[in-house]
């Protein structure tokens, strides 16, 4: 048996046409013959011995290699013959598990299931409980960090609130009693303009009402549903989670596609789409906080409804189309669940 290749000595980039070939009595005896370059001299004959080979296993038609010596390596594109050559020292079938499956449409059905499913799980339940997992184990100045981020908006984005000093008064003597039991999140009020009806937590405790927001507020109970959903947030650490999430899924797709110049809009938009999904499930599970503290303090669910519609309502005045087609893309692209679903959740406590 003769196997045509080449032959890389270790130590430099040269190539040299070689071929290895195998006698077919006993003892068997195997020599690589190394073929001269011009300007060297004759060729060279190297007795090898198998066990002290390492053959590369078969992965489709990608060459081989046979490594031995220091760092010495033969390259062949005759995977038969390499098979065949393994065959005969080892006995049985030689191909790799790889090589196999590759050739074994039964078999690349079941592995694509199998990587579809495994992706599936790490999307839907890996993630989200290592995230879950890791910023509850977090250091509480990891949050605070994060939470440095009010400073920044306050440059870029909000005004100073023009809410005379005595609403701010009241407000905060509002929800004062409500924020006691929740002391250890280190919550901490603040009032803002510049941005249309909004309010949200950031990491660092401070939660932010804009003037526009609590120009919709027509009770002190509608504030303080909003005030027990971004306790929530506070309380679930969702903005950690999303940083962590958001990390994973980036990691997950350049393990994926194997390279980190791939990151475009092609793999950007799935990525995109798994942030929506998360946020989404972080503002249920504020809803869902925010239902059961009203709950807890004897607060009507209703109230929690009716400043969901009039923020509905606030964003609806300030789109540009009504049109239902749109809407349900926009709901589908939003990062909070659509309001009727909200308002559902509401009446269930109502109930």
């Excluded at 993630?127 to 949050?143: R, V, W």
């Excluded at 950690?240 to 390279?259: E, H, K, N």
């Amino acid at each position: 048996m003769q196997i045509e290749g080449r032959y890389m000595d270790g130590t430099t980039s040269s190539r040299h046409y070689a071929r290895l070939e195998v006698s077919s009595y006993h003892p068997v005896n195997i020599t690589l013959v190394i073929e001269p370059d011009i300007e060297e001299g004759a060729r060279r004959e190297c007795p090898l011995n198998f066990d002290e080979m390492k053959v590369s296993s078969r992965l489709g038609n990608t060459p081989r290699e046979i490594a031995f010596g220091d760092n010495e390596l033969f390259v062949t594109d005759d995977n038969d013959a390499v098979d065949e050559f393994v065959r005969g020292f080892k006995g049985g079938g030689s191909a790799s598990f790889l090589h196999r499956m590759e050739n074994s449409l039964t078999m690349i059905l079941g592995a694509t299931a199998v990587t579809i499913l495994m992706i599936w799980a790490a999307v839907v339940y890996g993630i989200p409980s290592s995230a879950h997992y890791i910023a509850h184990q977090l250091p509480d100045f990891t949050s605070e960090k994060l939470g440095s981020g009010l400073t920044m908006l306050d440059e870029t984005i909000f005004s100073p609130s023009e809410l005379h000093e005595s609403e701010q008064y009241r407000y905060r003597a509002v929800m004062a009693p409500y924020l006691e039991p929740y002391e250890d999140l280190g919550p901490k009020i603040e009032f803002r303009s510049g941005m249309p009806a909004n309010a949200f937590a950031l990491p660092g405790g401070e939660i932010v009402f804009t003037d526009d927001f609590l120009k919709l507020v027509e009770s002190d109970e509608e504030l303080i549903a909003v005030l027990f959903h971004e306790l929530g947030h506070l309380k679930h650490k969702h903005i950690t989670r999303r940083v962590l999430q958001d990390s994973m899924i980036t990691l997950m797709v350049i393990f994926i596609t194997g390279d980190i110049d791939t990151i475009d809009l092609l793999t950007g938009l799935p990525t995109l789409m798994l942030d929506l999904s998360y946020s989404r499930s972080f503002e249920l599970e504020a809803d869902q906080f925010a239902l059961d503290a009203m709950q807890i303090s004897g607060i009507s669910a209703k109230h929690f409804a009716s400043i969901m519609q009039k923020l509905d309502k606030s964003y609806a005045d300030h789109s540009d189309t009504d049109d239902n087609k749109y809407k349900a893309v926009t709901d589908f692209l939003s990062t909070h669940p659509p309001t009727e679903q909200r308002i559902k959740l509401a009446e269930q406590y109502q109930n």
